[in-house]
């Protein structure tokens, strides 16, 4: 009878303890994650996950495929993330357990993501097969499959973004087409094919009012640019002399044109192949200003108020940041973070910047005011530095 | 032997069950954050907690105090909210327990709050006694008193912003001030007073990128206007006929200076008094246009893309919203939500609008791009609505 009692009383221990085990594995504590990211952590198939507040790392998540170019998404929620890697693998990590919750390989060869402006759906921009897929962000199956088929075979897809009422745009590096996947009234998409935008588009960019989608061309001069909220959509020609050149310059690195930012009035560019930042009127998309700066540009971010712009440079001077007065369109300042300064995110109020400096294995974070280094966290070979606030903001 | 067993069993039991507890009071489960707000219950002293993802509410928070013109922040982590209620009341809420951390009354006569670009700092702007007070976002511990005195003795404080760079923007309806309390050095702030703003500022905005501190004038027409990034700072007279104008129109209620939107190039501004929306240059702060509207605007919020900009109104009107398309600035599409249309809030992505009908006691959700309603939320007499998103953004 005691023995009965006992048995019984260990069961409903074993109950309790598992059955709250699930909900809480580890006791995770209660927590907010407005304040979370996630680091990349390139050479190892790894990430981080940072508490912004604490200027610290709060766990690593492993076994992540190939993470070179790999991007990053937030749930509406902010307490899941999405990993797009370069093997086709699309991992989806709770930043509270700090855990893979589901992780599949979507294709064999793949660059970019992007997440609905709803968060329910997460689409993937593949070399090979090439096409764009598209999964329900709960339970990462497929909603749908858009290869990427033109007149002669099925194309590369590049520059993919998520544009407001449920819209992914992307554009395809072999057929130089753009194309409108429309998954406004529900999992079968209205797709709109845009031909005549240039040679090998190589990225594209949305700006963050989801009105202008932007291509860079690898194969000629220039860029196109379409107007979302015109109709129909048609592209139009800009920056003419925007590009490798004629002269062919050696280009180090392409800069990645998520990193074309809005300044007040104006965009600023990486140039391609030169030691300069371009300035482009937001009204005229036309250029009208360059900067000198330390080097090949790659990433100009602007800080999230506009005044300043960050830009950090391609080999050999990638141990340099130079700050921009938006302004003046002067250099104001300029850091030695270290060794391979590869990206640089905002806190979304602009109060600090997070930096990884990959051959020095740190994320260091800077004042943005007065350029004070505030903390700095080790991180194996790190690379991109996405913050959870990311979810709120369209094209990124 | 075994009756010590099954009490030795039960005992470990209570441990752990009492333990998980402690951690997780009611057994609240991980979830994220960032889809969190709150919808102020003006009538009944409390708030609701709502869930933007289920599109429902989740708890209830009672004990609140006056919250007419109640408002909110949140903190950088998007777990706590800020409540300014009508009678200095400050309440400190946590959305995953769905309860007050911590209530002060910290004045007599209270309107508006803000918190800093760090999040470390909540301010409270007092009519009595008139001045701002700052407090320490954990604790609620004052940090510092700022008494708005003037020749004339101690002022009302009106039109309380943040400012990037830990400050503090706020004006002195008695002696037509506009003060810069600048945190960034510690906790004394550094203060910055400028003269000669105006007849009784009533209430001031600053836009979303932190560069200009927009001031309404209840004595007078016309707004005064600074620009944070100039030094010195002084303030510029726009909009001359802006106000209630030499007729003195009757004014059913002074629109709210948040409505300002920026729409493209241009922001929407209520009329003062009259049935119409103004449209105002960015570069120039000159009016361009008028849009004639259904009655006396009270907010006019655009879109997070800028495409639409919606409209609610003052009584008699106020059961009616307008959406106006900001490139042909012409009223595109009419809602009839119900009796006391308050408040309007987007989704920070667009996607939606949470709109609150107070004599309806619904919060109502619409899609939108299509107009469609997608939920009905029962909430006793709501007001303002305020999503933890707002975390991420400058002014709100």
Known sequence: MMRCGALFASMICLFLWSG??????GQEPLRGTGNLGLVIERSTASVLIIDTTKRASVARVEGLGDLSHASVVFSSDQRFA?????DGGLSKIDLLLGKVTKRIVQA??????????????VACSNYEPGGVRVFDSKTLKMVADIPAKWTNGVSKTIGLVDAPGRRFVFSLWDAGETWIADFSSGATPVLTKIKGVGK??????????????????????????FDL???????????????????????YKMPHLEGWALAGDRFVLPAVGRS?????????????GRTKVHGQPVFAVARPDGRHVWV?????????????????????HQLKPGPAVLHMEFLPRGNEVWVSVRDSNLVQ????????????????????????????????
């Open 20 to 25: 709250l085990g699930v909900a809480h594995p």
């Open 82 to 86: 999405f990993v797009f890697g370069r």
């Open 108 to 121: 064999g060869n793949s660059i970019g993501g992007a997440i609905s402006d709803d968060g329910t759906l």
């Open 200 to 225: 090998q588009p190589y990225d594209g960019l949305i700006t963050s009012d989801g009105r202008y989608y932007m291509v860079g061309l690898f194969g000629e001069d220039g860029m196109s640019v």
């Open 229 to 251: 909220w015109q109709k129909p959509i048609s592209p139009r020609r800009i920056l003419s002399g925007y590009g490798r050149g004629e002269t062919r310059l050696p280009v």
């Open 276 to 288: 300069e930042i371009l300035w482009v009127d937001k009204r005229s998309l036309e250029e009208v």
């Open 312 to 332: 950090n440079f391609a080999h050999p001077n990638n141990d340099t940041i130079q700050v921009i007065d938006t302004l003046t369109a002067a250099v104001v």
């Open 365 to 396: 974070v800077y004042n943005t005011r007065d350029f004070t280094k505030l903390a700095e966290i080790p991180a194996k070979t790190p690379s991109g530095i996405f913050l959870a606030s990311r979810a709120n903001r369209t094209g990124l």
